[in-house]
């Protein structure tokens, strides 16, 4: 059984900063690309930032310089940085994990983790 785990968020002011954390577990299983996604009330859900194993990363342009994405392949966790915070990346933020399990490749996504920012 696959487990995504995510912590990190909750309220902060703007300009302020949080860090989401997504582990997953799985027994003997491969990552191919950790990924964050975000829906806010009303809107569709949206990518913000990928990760491959090899490192390679992927942001949306409105997160761009704020928000940084990394991967700790020993740990199978990724973790979204978040730095100056603006009121509109308030949000649901879900983990998304493009896994291999026994040659299978599918995704996962984890229950998701509320994200305020208040002006």
């Known amino acids: 059984q696959v487990q995504l785990v995510e912590s990190g968020g909750g309220l902060v002011q703007a300009g302020g900063s949080l860090r989401l954390s997504c582990a997953a577990s799985?027994?003997?299983?491969?990552?191919?690309?950790m990924r964050w996604y975000r829906q806010a009330p009303g809107k569709q859900r949206e990518l913000v930032a990928g990760?491959?194993?090899?490192?390679?990363?992927n942001y949306a342009d409105s997160v761009k310089g704020r928000f940084t994405i990394s991967l700790d392949n020993a740990k199978n966790t990724v973790y979204l940085q978040m730095n100056r915070l603006k009121p509109e990346d308030t949000a649901v933020y879900y983990c998304n994990a493009d896994l291999t399990i026994l040659a299978l490749r599918r995704d996962y996504w984890g229950r998701g983790t509320q994200v305020t920012v208040s002006s």
């Open positions: 799985a027994g003997i299983f491969s990552v191919n690309v």
């Open positions: 990760i491959t194993s090899g490192g390679s990363t």
